[in-house]
């Protein structure tokens, strides 16, 4: 299987490759990065067939990043009646009242990285065979949302049957 991920960043295309590339290869699944024959930038179409066809692919993996979303919701506000301790300094005891508290409502935003993930058939009958989007929220590092969208991908390819179970 051929690997592209289409990514300006050289850096970011090699981890994400290489990231598909090694939890393929735990499944039998034999794979070429694009990177290693493109090191500069991403393949042409003339040339991602020529590459295709010269490492005899049976399959294309394209994995492209999506814009990145922001959703913002608001959380109302409430009121809750709240225990308050004291001390009455003339009887020397404590005693609990209660009262009104309240708590106003807030924004809330969090980023949502997405990822579309297509696999190819190549040859006479080339199609597609299988497509996911993935959606990571508030995600730390690049390297997680690689990790976590690689594990995802592989892990449905192998349960539609289009690549085999892991090897032991």
Not at 6 to 30: C, Q, T, Y
Not at 108 to 132: F, I, K, L, P, Y
Not at 137 to 158: A, T
Request: some cysteine.
């Amino acid at each position: 299987m051929y690997i592209l991920a289409i990514r300006n960043d050289p850096l970011h295309r090699r981890i994400w490759e290489d990231g598909f590339s090694e939890a393929l290869r735990k499944h039998g699944v034999n794979t070429t990065p694009s990177y290693r024959l493109f090191p500069d930038q991403l393949p042409d179409s003339a040339a991602l067939e020529r590459a295709v066809r010269d490492n005899n692919c049976d399959g294309i993996l394209v994995s492209r990043r999506l814009p990145t979303e922001t959703n913002t919701q608001y959380v109302e506000g409430y009121v809750a009646s709240e225990p308050f301790t004291g001390f009455n300094p003339r009887t020397q005891k404590y005693f609990t009242y209660y009262k009104d508290v309240t708590h106003p409502g807030y924004t809330d935003s969090t980023r949502v990285a997405r990822q579309a993930v297509e696999v190819w058939r190549v040859g006479e009958n080339g199609a597609m065979v299988w497509s996911g989007t993935t959606a990571t929220i508030d995600p730390n590092s690049l390297q997680e949302i690689q990790h976590d969208v690689v594990d995802l991908v592989v892990k449905e390819l192998s349960q539609q049957m289009i690549i085999p179970s892991e090897h032991e």
